[in-house]
């Protein structure tokens, strides 16, 4: 069994699933909105409701659901697949904060788990339940996690701080291949290029979906390709890296989910102007 060595008490419930073959790579925040811990880990652990998380957070850790196995926590199973979720619990009944123990505990396990599984402590890798409608069109429209959300980057300072000057808190750094000057998709070998006025329209709503946070100017670089990439792995069941490098899997990721945007060509990888029409339609709709 794996779990944090921080957790105080263990009551696993047996509302989980196999992860899939899933990296652990993320950590989802989420509120419980009720001030008893016992009665939340009770619910879940007597699975009076389908959900459960990995862990319950208030003045101790609970582990509910051990970090080999994918909790029910975020209406999500992609996103509860690569994370480890925690359910907070709240201070009052009026309004959705924590104690100061809990928002402790809080940070310190995440630093904890950050530091295990090699990911960095950042606005992108430490997600509120919020985040996944706002940010990536995952779960559905939500509060939660309450009064956290906007502590949040309270919330990463402190556990960086706790997990101090461990290299873990920086992403992991490996030797990439040479990259071709152009990042234009005939550069890869997967067909024709969206027009620098299509590219400026395919950026604008990559950062309107916090995807990329480039300049739009209709000049496409890694970062622009790296939000495609998202875009259609959470959208299209894309299953390649996020690496920012175009190829025939993302191009044809592209295709398909240029269907909804009107493209009605092969699903082939080799990126036409239909194709590309295609894509901006969805992604602008």
């Known amino acids: ?29 989420h509120h419980a909105a009720s001030t008893s811990l016992s009665g939340v880990v009770d619910m879940m652990v007597r699975a009076t409701r389908e959900v459960s998380a990995n862990y319950v957070v208030g003045d101790r850790i609970v582990c509910v659901v051990d970090e080999d196995r994918r909790a029910w926590t975020s209406a999500s199973s992609y996103w ?6 925690v359910e ?17 505990n809080l940070a ?42 906007r502590r949040k980057s309270e919330l990463i300072a ?10 873990a808190t920086k992403a992991p750094t490996s ?22 006025d299509q590219w400026r329209v395919i950026q604008s709503w990559l950062r309107k979906l916090g995807r990329y ?13 790296r939000g495609i990439q998202i875009t259609v792995r959470d959208r299209d069941s894309y299953t390649g890296p996020i690496d920012g490098i175009p190829g025939r899997n993302t191009a044809r990721a592209m295709q398909r989910y240029a269907r909804a945007g009107g493209y009605r060509g092969p699903i082939d990888g080799v990126l036409g102007h239909q194709s590309w029409a295609g894509f901006v339609r969805r992604l602008s709709s």
């Not at 509860?80 to 979720?85: E, Y």
């Not at 907070?88 to 402790?104: P, Q």
């Not at 946070?213 to 390709?225: A, E, N």
Request: glycine share 10%; proline share 5%.
């Open 1 to 29: 069994m794996t779990h944090s060595k921080l957790t105080n008490q263990i009551r696993l419930s047996g509302q989980s699933s196999a992860r899939g073959g899933q990296k652990v790579d993320r950590f989802i925040v």
């Open 80 to 85: 509860d697949g690569r994370a480890i979720t």
């Open 88 to 104: 907070t619990i709240n201070n009052s009944a009026n309004g959705w904060t924590v104690s100061e123990r809990t928002f402790d």
């Open 108 to 149: 310190k396990l995440i630093a904890d788990v950050a530091t295990r599984y090699r990911f960095p402590i950042d606005d992108t890798h430490i997600i509120t339940h919020q985040e996944l409608y706002t940010r990536y069109g995952a779960s559905y429209p939500t509060a939660c996690p309450g009064d956290l959300q």
């Open 158 to 167: 402190r556990a960086r701080k706790y997990a101090g000057a461990n290299a």
């Open 175 to 196: 030797k990439t291949p040479s990259q071709p000057r152009s990042w234009q998709a005939d550069a890869f070998g997967i067909g024709a290029t969206a027009s620098r």
């Open 213 to 225: 946070h480039g300049p739009v100017d209709g000049i496409p670089g890694q970062q622009t390709w």
